[in-house]
C-alpha cells in the first residue's frame, strides 16, 4: 500500500521560511521521481517542484526559483520542501507526488497540508 504522508505546513509571515516534508511507503522510493505540487483555493493544481530518484536534477515552477529548494533522503524515504522569502501568493494546500515505472500505473499523492503566508 503507497503511503505519502505530509507534515510541515503552517502559518508564516511573509518573507518567512517553512520547511514542509513528506514520509513515503509501500515502494521503492529511491527509484522514484518525487513531486510538489500546490493547489490554492479556485485555482488549478499546479507543479511546484521535482527531483529525480537520485536527487541530483531538480526543477522548479518559475514562480519559485531562488526561493524554494526540494530535496530527499532516499536512507528516510522522505523528500522535502524547504521554502524561503514566502510570499502571500504561496498560500495553497501543498500535494506530495511519487511517480514510479511504469507511469500512469504509478502516481500517488499525499492528504496534502496547508500552507498560509499572511500578516
Known amino acids: 500500500q503507497v503511503q505519502l504522508v505530509e507534515s510541515g505546513g503552517g502559518l508564516v509571515q511573509p518573507g518567512g521560511s517553512l520547511r514542509l516534508s513528506c514520509a513515503a511507503s509501500?515502494?521503492?522510493?529511491?527509484?522514484?521521481?518525487m513531486n510538489w505540487y500546490r493547489q490554492a483555493p479556485g485555482k488549478k493544481r499546479e507543479l511546484v517542484a521535482a527531483i529525480d530518484s537520485a536527487g541530483g536534477s531538480t526543477n522548479y515552477a518559475d514562480s519559485v526559483k531562488g526561493r524554494f529548494t526540494i530535496s530527499r533522503d532516499n536512507a528516510k524515504n522522505t523528500v522535502y520542501l524547504q521554502m524561503d522569502s514566502l510570499k502571500p501568493e504561496d498560500t495553497a494546500v501543498y500535494y506530495c507526488n511519487a511517480k514510479f515505472w511504469p507511469y500512469g500505473r504509478n502516481d500517488y499523492w499525499g492528504q496534502g497540508t496547508q500552507v498560509t503566508v499572511s500578516s
Open positions: 509501500g515502494f521503492t522510493f529511491s527509484t522514484s521521481v
